[in-house]
């Protein structure tokens, strides 16, 4: 009888270890059914006629490759285009968004390469050491909490609407060529072929959004060999990141 009932008590002890270590095993290790929601914003501000931004283009090429929890994005600037060399992919607009962060970040002048990390950090574009440190401190801010609920291709728009857990002081979208070889005749990148990676090529800024609907006009840049894709992220009056999610199309 003894032997019995210490039988039942060994089962009983067993099984309640056992219970108890899945628990705090669950809690601490989630399931692959869990998702990893955090992200990191690179915006890169860069040109194809400053000598000095190829290897940034690079660095943010390779990054994006290595890194699948970082979204990258591309602003070719209007600035450089008096130099030699007009980029095809500048734009007035994403130099002064450029110009927006320059009075966040208190600069004097703006530059190239800059990347931005989460809209709350800035360095030269090409600093891999500091891009790596700022990888790991940013890792756990920005949630992918934007979804896109309807994407279609129209008369040469993207139509496409989304939605975001919480509401969004601004809210961008972007259309992304994800990668793109230029051979440079002229200025300082002359007789150079540069590899571009995410260039914005349109864009589109919503204020005081929960919900958008969103058109987004093809440009005359984009051919039918290119992949695109869509990106959108949330920031708060400040330009800091809080949340992003991109697109396949």
């Not at 909490?145 to 979208?173: D, M, P, Q, R, Y």
């Not at 800024?205 to 949330?234: C, G, Q, R, Y």
Request: glycine share 4%; hydrophobic share 35%; with cysteine.
């Amino acid at each position: 009888m003894k032997k019995i009932l210490f039988t039942i008590l060994l089962a009983i002890g067993i099984v309640l270890a056992f219970q108890f270590t899945t628990t705090e095993v669950s809690e601490e290790n989630p399931t692959s059914n869990t998702r990893t929601d955090q992200v990191i914003l690179l915006e890169l501000f860069t040109s194809q006629g400053c000598s000095s931004c190829p290897s940034a283009d690079r660095l943010l090429d390779k990054t994006l490759a290595n890194h699948k929890n970082v979204i990258g994005l591309s602003y070719h600037v209007d600035y450089w285009n008096y130099i030699g060399w007009k980029d095809p992919f500048s734009s007035k607009v994403y130099s002064n968004y450029q110009r927006a962060y320059g009075s966040k970040f208190k600069s004097s002048s703006i530059y190239t390469p800059q990347l931005v990390v989460n809209g709350s950090s800035h360095f030269t574009g090409s600093d891999a050491l500091k891009l790596n440190r700022k990888l790991n401190e940013e890792s756990n801010y920005v949630s992918n909490a934007i979804t896109f609920k309807s994407v279609e291709s129209v008369n040469g728009s993207i139509n496409l609407s989304l939605e975001t857990e919480a509401l969004a002081e601004l809210l961008t979208v972007v259309l992304v060529i994800k990668e793109r070889e230029t051979k440079i005749p002229r200025g300082e990148n002359r007789d150079r072929t540069l590899l571009n990676t995410n260039i914005v090529v349109a864009r589109e800024v919503i204020s005081n959004s929960k919900n958008a609907s969103v058109a987004l006009k093809i440009p005359e840049i984009v051919t039918e060999e290119d992949e695109v894709m869509l990106i959108a992220f949330s920031q708060d009056k400040d330009l800091r990141v809080n949340a992003a999610s991109q697109y396949e199309l």
